[in-house]
């Protein structure tokens, strides 16, 4: 069965500072990975997506992910985080026709 | 990509009644999404949504609970039925874009639902 594990629930960074959110994945068939954002209050909105090709993939707001087959893992990276970043942040893996498959969430609070 | 909207936004509801969500796409598409978030958790899918078909529910998921229409090619509604306080939880609606981009999932802003 396919699954994401988000082994962060938290992470506390200080302002223009770099951050790393981990995402590791299981999957038996052909890879479709995910970012999602959450705001406060608000639904979901795509942030990247890695479906074939190059294994650094670039997103929105400034923040790029890479797909490591070897070691299952699609971590997202942004070199200098906003105070604007503060958000969930949700890794998923498509599981199959229309079936995806979501992490819990890893909550970035950027501090000032 | 996709726009989508959902109707209320945040509602706050009695045990025991019931509530209709409305999820409207700008485009027409083929399998609409239902998924809950409880507090503080990841997102669950409660159903996929057809039109001209039945609902396909998940499993822990009854059709007598979260009954789903899909009319049209760009609408699709969940009912809330019979609420307690344990269906307290966002409800988000998404479409699922096959176009040349690839397969990509896009979410409506989501409602928030709390039951007293």
């Known amino acids: 069965a396919q699954s994401v594990t988000q082994l962060d629930s938290q992470v506390p960074v200080f302002e223009e500072a770099p951050v790393e959110l981990r995402c590791n994945y299981s999957?038996?068939?052909?890879?479709?990975l995910f970012w999602y954002v959450q705001y406060p209050n608000q639904g979901l909105q795509l942030l990247l997506k890695y479906l074939s090709g190059s294994t650094l993939v670039k997103g929105i707001n400034g923040f790029e992910a890479e797909f490591n087959k070897s070691q299952t893992s699609f971590h997202l990276r942004k070199p200098s985080v906003h105070i604007s970043d503060t958000a969930e942040y949700f890794c998923a893996v498509k599981a199959g026709t229309y079936k995806y498959i979501f992490g819990t969430g890893t909550r970035l609070k950027v501090l000032a | 990509s996709a726009v989508i909207s959902q109707k209320p936004s945040r509602d706050i509801c009695q045990r025991g009644t019931s509530l209709t969500i409305q999820c409207q796409v700008d485009s027409q598409v083929t399998m609409m999404f239902w998924y809950r978030q409880q507090p503080g958790q990841s997102l669950t899918l409660i159903a996929t949504?057809?039109?001209?078909?039945?609902?396909?529910?998940e499993s822990g998921f009854v059709i007598d609970k979260f009954p789903i229409s899909r009319p049209n090619l760009t609408f699709s509604t969940l009912t809330v039925s019979n609420m307690s306080p344990e269906d307290s939880s966002i409800y988000l609606c998404?479409?699922?874009?096959?176009?040349?981009?690839?397969?990509?999932?896009?979410f409506g802003p989501g409602t928030r639902l709390t039951v007293l």
């Open positions: 949504a057809n039109q001209g078909s039945e609902a396909t529910y």
């Open positions: 998404s479409v699922e874009d096959l176009g040349g981009l690839g397969d990509t999932q896009y």
């Open positions: 999957s038996s068939v052909s890879v479709y």
